[in-house]
């Protein structure tokens, strides 16, 4: 058999995800440190990455995403959950929405109260602010020169967002014009990463003008199928590329920025978990933690859909002529509805007085629309009517589920079990809130614009119809995290430490939204930039 070859370096990050890409950008600032980024997707240079409107494309695509399935979920009805994750350069920043939400104070707060110094939001906003480029310039909150674009889409957004602005207000929530200031609660515009009306992705922002230096190299299209160990060290990562495998050993140190699947994947295959399961698919336990891959969080939620008596972005984005239309526009101008999300609008707002902060995160999507068919279509479709959407989700769900490994095959998904709506609060606060969306949809900013609600449909009022409903359309929002849990102690759960070293093992470190120990509110990509940024602090500090 042929020897497999053998790369040095100083740390060898693998995966080049919106955490990665920060990490590796950042440690390779330092010219004494050789960093290698260790990708299994491919380019980014893809229609579908590069036009912000494009992820409709990429929801599906067999190359730029990994396309994981869940188990049968009894929280779902039995059904499965679809949970694209993206398997290119720029990880899921590359694929996403692109909406930019930090979440709110008292999350980071509770991470530090709960064992974890230096993770409270006061110790964070300086990370916040030193990614970030804002458009309306730095403040007390923002940054203003930082590797990643962040656009306010309120002057562009679609009228019908604005109607529902306006709607809400009158319903009487607060208007917010900054979900990433002094405070998340309310409702207004999203704020998407873009820049020059192109994606700005973890890639974009951070690693392609970082890899102008000669101490980082970037392996593409290259599998890790486990980390090496010189006892509980580690001392490199095992790599297939091409057919071929080969060795990139890490004189530093190790950092997996995987995610929340790959991460937890990958310390199993290497024999960090539950020492029993690993051994009886074969593989050699290195180290008892069995709670690699538990304390799995995510965002579900599910849609009222409305017909509505106007154009929407369906008349837009759908007939052939329309969307000839529109890309003539984008290709001229870099702007136009191809250079937005369709998630404009929404908010953060509190299901009822005895809630302490907002418990519910509200989308508005001025488009409706039939999910691609996989296998079959890779393009999600806009329903031929005018329609639109408003959605809804818990900020902070309390049921957890798990993964773990099928087999020794790296190249097998794992099995995902996420036990949505297994806490009955998550369901209650779900069903309680048909109303508080409906209460929008009733003034008169939206009403006078409302042919029909379609879904669920006026008449299914009664929570048993509700929750039929809501188990039938329920949907995750694509924001995993958790399952490699940060903590002071391994005993009580944690897998890493709050330095982010892997409890129990040396030279290895977990940087990505795996080590959330509870979830953020909103959007997820943001947090994951945050933690690549100190996670690269952290390293720097001990190297």
């Known amino acids: 058999m042929e020897a497999a070859q053998i790369d040095h370096c100083d740390v060898v990050v693998v995966g080049a995800g919106s955490a990665g890409c920060v990490v590796a950008a950042r440690l390779s600032e330092r010219a004494d440190l050789a960093v290698t980024v260790v990708e299994a997707g491919g380019s980014d240079r893809s229609i579908w990455v590069r036009m912000p409107i494009g992820y409709g494309g990429a929801f599906y695509h067999p190359t730029l995403n990994w396309r994981y399935y869940t188990e049968p979920d009894e929280g779902l009805g039995g059904r499965k959950a679809y949970w694209p994750r993206g398997k290119v350069v720029g990880g899921s920043s590359s694929i996403n929405a692109m909406v930019y939400v930090r979440g709110q104070a008292a999350d980071y707060d509770g991470w530090a109260a709960a064992g974890n110094p230096g993770w409270s939001y ?71 990463t873009t820049r020059d009306g192109l994606r700005c992705s973890a890639a974009t922002g951070y690693l392609h003008p970082a890899l102008k230096r000669r101490n980082l190299t970037l392996l593409t299209d290259a599998a890790v199928t486990r980390i090496l160990f010189d006892g509980t060290r580690a001392i490199g990562v095992e790599v297939v590329k091409g057919g071929a495998t080969r060795r990139i050993m890490a004189r530093r140190e190790v950092v997996l920025s995987a995610g929340a699947i790959g991460s937890p994947q990958i310390l199993q295959l290497s024999g960090v978990g539950d020492p029993a399961k690993l051994a009886g698919l074969g593989i050699t336990p290195v180290l008892d933690a069995p709670t690699v891959g538990r304390n799995l969080m995510d965002h579900v939620g599910f849609d009222l859909l409305y017909e509505a008596t106007v154009p929407t972005l369906n008349q837009t984005l759908g007939p052939l002529f329309a969307r000839g239309l529109a890309g003539i526009r984008y290709l001229a101008t870099r702007d136009g509805p191809l ?117 669920p449909g006026p008449e299914v009022t009664d929570r048993g119809a509700l929750v039929a409903y809501i188990r039938a359309t329920t949907t995750s929002v694509f924001h995993p995290c958790g399952t490699c849990a940060m903590g002071p102690d391994a005993a009580a759960g944690a897998v890493v430490d709050p330095a982010l070293k892997v409890h129990g093992l040396t030279g290895l470190r977990v940087a990505d939204a795996s080590i959330m120990p509870a979830i953020t509110a909103g959007n997820l990509n943001a947090p994951s930039l945050m933690v690549g940024e100190k996670a690269a602090d952290l390293i720097r500090a001990d190297l």
Do not use: C
């Open 122 to 192: 006061r110790d964070l906003l300086p990370y916040f602010r030193r990614l970030e480029s804002n458009v309306t310039g730095a403040s007390e909150w923002r940054g203003g020169d930082g590797p990643i674009s962040v656009r306010d889409v309120a002057a562009a957004a679609h009228p019908l967002s604005h109607a529902f602005v306006e709607a809400a207000v009158q319903a009487g929530f607060t208007r917010n014009t900054d979900f990433n200031g002094a405070d998340q609660e309310g409702v207004g515009f999203f704020q998407v």
């Open 339 to 455: 250079s937005l999300s369709v998630n404009q609008a929404g908010g953060f707002v509190r299901g009822g007085p005895e809630r302490a902060r907002p418990n519910l995160q509200l989308y508005f999507s001025p488009l409706s629309y039939t999910r691609a068919v996989p296998g079959k279509r890779r393009l999600t479709q806009p329903d031929r009517f005018p329609g639109f959407m408003i959605g809804i989700s818990n900020t902070h769900p309390k049921s957890r589920g798990w993964l773990h490994i099928r087999s020794a095959d790296p190249a097998a998904a794992p099995e995902i079990h996420p036990h949505y709506y297994s806490e009955p609060e998550d369901l209650e606060e779900l069903i309680d809130s048909v109303a508080l969306m409906r209460g929008i949809a009733e003034q008169a900013p939206l009403k006078r614009v409302i042919k029909r609600e379609l879904t």
